[in-house]
């Protein structure tokens, strides 16, 4: 893919000395306050933005002598950023945690107070926005989805920053996502998502994407729960089909448990 001076200037400085985007993330916002309330035995209101600044920045410090970059977000990441090794490169988060749920289709939205202008005064390297969506779902919903990126990565281009899309995958039917019916459509879910996204009308340099399968449910994984949604060779023919179809550089979102991985 050919790129300009001044997106391959923020790529670099965002890859290790081997070209390799070893980024590590912190952009997490509710999930984390729900976490540290958890963890300390309190309401997820008791948790104030100077805590979860502190939390973000203790982790900066602790992960980026060992990453190439880190992603943050605006709301409680930016002290953060200023703790990071002076080999990290900055990734922040430009969408509004979670999605509109008081109409159907898992809409996203921008933080009101940021821009890609904004984001690059800040002193980042890329931009990184986060998605729910699913090629099975209304085309009117995803033709807003479609404009909403559009506008994004003609922003991103306009400021000469690179755009990281990550996409979450969903049945728009109001289905169990961990269950065997979505975990055989996850695939087309995925490949079709990175076809999508990979069009150059949408700007994007780099997608940050789902496994194309749930190991729970391929034959022979060490996490296998007894029933088959795909054999092991099928489900190493997904991610193949994954790689042929995206024209964009992608990373794999890393799954919240561990022991996935299959031979």
Partial sequence: MALSPGKLKHLKALSNKDGIIAAAAMDQRASLQKAIAS??????KAVTPEMMSEFKTA??????????AILLDPEYGLDAAKARAPNAGLLLAYEESGY?????????DLLPDMSAK???DLGANAVKILIYYSPFDDPDVNDIKHAFIQRIGAECEFYQIPFFLEFVGYDPKGGNEKGI???????QVVIGSMQEFSKPQY???VLKVEVPVNTEFVEGTSVYKGQK?????????YFRKAAAVAEKPFIYRRPWRRNRSFT
């Fill in 39 to 44: 963890a300390k035995g309190v309401d997820q």
């Fill in 59 to 68: 982790v900066v410090r602790v992960l980026t002598p060992h990453a190439s």
């Fill in 100 to 108: 509109d749920n008081t109409k159907p289709g898992r809409l996203p």
């Fill in 118 to 120: 904004r984001i690059v």
């Fill in 181 to 187: 019916e979505y975990a055989k459509i996850k695939p």
């Fill in 203 to 205: 700007h994007v340099d």
């Fill in 229 to 237: 949604a795909y054999s092991g060779a099928e489900a190493l023919d």
